[in-house]
């Protein structure tokens, strides 16, 4: 049976919120269990939702829908995946031409494989309310050159994708991954 109530509060930073329900009830809810992310809710939307129980046994909204927000997604752009793919090429590309280690190609593709079916178990894992991947393997599998199967996993897969503090480190590890490979050019050609 669903629900109805007025969003109180809204942390977009960490993910989370809580959903007044009378005067005195407030249930948590998190972005995983917005139906749309088109919308991002603000304090005095109103929403429908199922109430459920978290992983602490706490009452927890599952399923929010925003009232007079549309399904529609906001992020169907595939430039982020098209992008991971266009850099694990060059990096292959660049590997088997001698412009990088020829170990780097390999190692890439490998790491980027294994990182896009972590972010896939992860998510799995999330829907599931269970024992999650912990976001310092997911950043360690993207320094060790599997950030292009962390972008594309991203976007494709929606998941890790909105967190800001998440983001900041997963980029970091781009910079450290091209600058490494650039720095290593340089010496080669010194």
């Known amino acids: 049976m669903r629900k109805a109530g007025r969003v109180k509060t809204w942390h977009a930073d960490k993910g989370f919120g809580f959903i007044n329900v009378h005067a005195d009830t407030d249930v948590f809810f998190h972005i995983t269990a917005l139906q749309t992310r088109a919308v991002t809710p603000t304090s005095g939307d109103r929403v429908s939702f199922e109430l459920g ?3 602490d046994g706490r009452p927890q909204a599952l399923n929010v829908a925003i009232v007079g927000a549309t399904k529609a997604r906001s992020d169907t752009s595939l430039w982020p995946v098209f992008a991971g793919l266009a850099a694990l090429g060059l990096i292959a590309g660049g590997a088997l031409m001698g412009y990088f280690p020829h170990q780097a190609g390999l190692v890439s593709l490998v790491t980027s494989l294994i990182t ?10 999330a829907s599931r309310n269970t024992w999650r ?3 310092t393997t997911l950043h360690l599998l ?10 594309a996993a991203q976007h494709l897969l929606r998941h890790k994708n909105r967190k800001r503090a998440f983001q900041a480190m997963f980029w970091g590890t781009v910079v450290v991954n091209i600058g490494a490979m650039v720095l290593w050019r340089a010496v080669m050609a010194a």
Do not use: I, Q, S, V
Not at 116 to 125: E, I, L, N, S, V
Not at 142 to 151: K, S, V
């Open 116 to 125: 896009f079916f972590a972010y896939g178990d992860d998510k799995t894992r």
């Open 53 to 55: 129980k978290g992983r």
């Open 133 to 135: 991947t912990p976001e």
């Open 142 to 151: 993207a320094l060790c050159g599997g950030w292009p199967g962390a972008l």
